[in-house]
Antibody, heavy 114, light 107 residues
Framework: EVQLQESGPGLVKPSQSLSLTCSVT????????WGWIRKFPGNKMEWMGY???????SYNPSLKSRISITRDTSKNQFFLQLNSVTTEDTATYYC????????WGQGVMVTVSS | DIQMTQSPSFLSATVGDRVTINCKAS??????LNWYQQKLGEAPKRLIY???SLQTGIPSRFSGSGSGTDYTLTISSLQPEDVATYFC?????????FGAGTKLELK
């Protein structure tokens, strides 16, 4: 069974970078598409972007200048980096398989605060 | 971006009730609409994809319908384990966008 697990710091200071890891088991990330989604306080959800089986990426234009999604195929992990964060980036971050996800991780809450 | 308007935001129903949740898109999304269920503290679970295809392992009391801009998730006979938040996702055109969610509780 496909399983995804997010990890990373739960607290980030404003203006710094947010970095998260998604560890995948039960399926190779060299197949399919792998994405990041976030859920803000108040429950609005935002599709952030994805990395494909070949390593190509696509990002939400609202984030395009700040976001990077990369991967390490040897570890079957992919990563999210979001630069220059503000308090508005406080959210629960989910990783998922497919651009319209079928499998999701449980999510990791990230607070941006000084 | 395509806007997804989901209704109702909150729903209280009795075991055995037929429950419907709606999502309206700001433009035609060609049936590229998924429904998800999220229970407290758990990962979201895909129930329905492409409007009306039932995800493997999901009970048949869940069904989806719709076309164009209007889509519906139906639970034919509400069970206690269906208490959760439900949300829709359009994947017709990027950036893919979500409905605001419906919190379903037992009356």
């Amino acid at each position: 069974e496909v399983q995804l697990q997010e990890s990373g710091p739960g607290l980030v200071k404003p203006s710094q970078s947010l970095s998260l890891t998604c560890s995948v088991t039960g399926y190779s990330i060299t197949s399919n598409y792998w994405g990041w989604i976030r859920k803000f306080p108040g429950n609005k959800m935002e599709w952030m972007g994805y990395i494909s089986y070949s390593g190509s990426t696509s990002y939400n234009p609202s984030l395009k200048s700040r976001i990077s999604i990369t991967r390490d195929t040897s570890k079957n992990q992919f990563f999210l980096q979001l630069n220059s964060v503000t308090t508005e980036d406080t959210a629960t971050y989910y990783c998922a398989r497919r651009v319209h996800p079928d499998y999701w991780g449980q999510g990791v809450m990230v607070t941006v605060s000084s | 971006d395509i806007q997804m308007t989901q209704s109702p935001s909150f729903l209280s129903a009795t075991v055995g009730d037929r429950v419907t949740i709606n999502c309206k898109a700001s433009q035609n999304i060609n049936k590229y609409l998924n429904w998800y269920q999220q229970k407290l503290g758990e990962a979201p679970k895909r129930l329905i994809y492409n409007t009306n295809s039932l995800q493997t392992g999901i009970p048949s009391r869940f069904s989806g319908s719709g076309s164009g801009t209007d889509y519906t998730l139906t639970i034919s006979s509400l069970q206690p384990e269906d208490v959760a938040t439900y949300f829709c996702l359009q994947h017709n055109s990027g950036p893919y966008t979500f409905g605001a969610g419906t919190k379903l509780e037992l009356k």
